[in-house]
């Protein structure tokens, strides 16, 4: 099918900036769709109907697929395809139906004030997403570049950086990007003057003595999650998460979460990833949506459900943890059932019966049966002595 609809990157410079092309576009159009600023931008060259973006955006796409056939300009912000639209047109538009002439992104834009390089600055958005979702991001040394969702963005990413010891970071606030309202701040405290809602942030981070980032191993300390004991300690998280061996937008069923670390961690080794946490303890599952939360990844599903039960509905695994309730009869079964061929199926015991059960599977299903132990420096009235904690027996499998 001959392309119909397009899709224009439209900069704060308006209808000057845009190519001739994608001017007569404009002019041809039978329905124009954009945000409220994209609209006014372009209005000069709109001649049809015009279309403001819904809340949630997916409510116009019914619209935009009646004119099926049709001259469609969808109007976005620079690149469509850079934390932009072009995504979600491209769940109900094949590519050969559609054309895409993109801006300059403001990522884009922002590199070239700064003398940035792209490749090297990692580039973010807080546009509908929680703020915790930058807690990964902050390194020592590294570069981010973030789009904001208001106004009030600025104060409140400078916030975050003070509360986790980066508040000696250097901050640029880049307003309105290649129009005629362009403003570059370096920020050294609080904005003293009203912020443009369209602005990003550009930050060189410097960590303070007090600064925790998250580290880029498995196995975090113990002290990162808020606990009641039961938690997959650090050690045998490290030798979970190894066995489980996470892979760009994997999905985890983390069972019996606890804490919900294991399910944390799954999901911080790529952005991509996915892991939903059950716990059938209501204290419990809530102190895991609080520590996902706290580590950056607040879009970990927590369910206050029991297994098998609660398995139903549950987005197809690529792999399952069953950190509690592997004896309850019928969860093994679940999960092995639910599995994608070469999904993965890890199991921690430190109960006999828990055991007699993984030797079951283990004889059923093949796999590897481990025995972790872990002891520890510990006091031992006026001298020291290496103290074992409970031995977990580990079993892993491949489903075929």
């Known amino acids: 099918m001959t392309a119909w609809l397009s899709i224009l990157g439209i900069g704060e410079d308006g209808v000057e900036g845009l190519r001739e092309q994608a001017r007569a576009l404009l002019r041809n159009a039978r329905l124009v769709v954009g945000g409220k600023r994209?609209?006014?931008?372009?209005?000069?060259?709109?001649?049809?109907?015009?279309?403001?973006?819904?809340?949630?955006?997916?409510?116009?796409?019914?619209?935009?697929?009646?004119?099926?056939?049709?001259?469609?300009?969808?109007?976005?912000?620079?690149?469509?395809?850079?934390?932009?639209?072009?995504?979600l047109l491209m769940r109900h538009v094949a590519p050969a139906e559609m054309l895409c002439l993109p801006a300059p992104s403001a990522f884009s834009l922002a590199c070239?004030?700064?003398?940035?390089?792209?490749q090297d600055s990692a580039q973010l958005s807080i546009c509908g997403r929680p703020i915790e979702t930058l807690l990964p991001a902050l390194q020592p040394g590294a570069r981010l570049l973030v789009l904001c969702a208001d106004a009030s963005s600025p104060e409140a990413v400078r916030n975050l950086l003070v509360a986790h010891g980066f508040g000696g970071s250097r901050i640029v606030l880049l307003e309105a990007l290649g129009?005629?309202?362009?403003?570059?701040?370096?920020?050294?405290?609080?904005?003293?003057?009203?912020?443009?809602?369209?602005?990003?942030?550009?930050?060189?981070?410097?960590?303070?003595p007090d600064a925790r980032p998250i580290p880029l191993a498995t196995g975090l300390p113990d002290r990162f999650f808020e606990h009641d004991g039961q938690i997959t300690k650090q050690e045998i998280r490290a030798a979970t998460l190894a066995a489980l061996q996470p892979f760009r937008g994997g999905v985890l069923w983390d069972i019996g979460a606890g804490s919900g670390s294991v399910g944390i961690e799954w999901m911080l080794r790529h952005p991509a990833n996915r892991a939903v946490a059950l716990e059938p303890r209501a204290d419990r599952a809530a102190r895991t949506a609080r520590n996902a939360a706290s580590l950056g990844v607040p879009d970990l599903l927590v369910l206050p459900r029991a297994a098998p039960e609660g398995l139903d509905g549950l987005a197809t695994p690529d792999a399952v943890f069953v950190g509690g309730g592997a004896a309850i009869p019928g969860v093994l079964e679940r999960c092995w059932a639910a599995l994608r061929p070469g999904g993965r199926l890890v199991v921690n015991a430190v109960t006999i019966e828990t055991e007699?059960?993984?030797?079951?599977?283990?004889?059923?299903?093949?796999?590897?049966?481990?025995?972790?132990?872990?002891?520890?420096?510990d006091r031992i009235g006026t001298m020291r002595g290496f103290r074992p904690a409970m031995t977990v027996t580990q079993y892993a499998v491949v489903h075929p």
């Open 179 to 208: 129009g005629p309202r362009e403003r570059v701040t370096e920020l050294s405290g609080p904005p003293d003057r009203p912020v443009a809602a369209l602005n990003m942030l550009a930050i060189e981070l410097v960590a303070g």
């Open 356 to 377: 007699a059960v993984l030797f079951d599977a283990h004889a059923r299903w093949g796999g590897a049966l481990t025995r972790l132990s872990v002891e520890r420096l």
């Open 112 to 118: 070239a004030r700064l003398g940035w390089s792209l």
């Open 38 to 87: 994209h609209l006014a931008l372009a209005a000069p060259l709109i001649g049809a109907k015009t279309l403001p973006w819904p809340s949630p955006m997916e409510g116009a796409i019914p619209s935009i697929l009646a004119h099926r056939g049709e001259p469609v300009v969808v109007l976005a912000s620079g690149d469509p395809f850079c934390f932009g639209v072009g995504s």
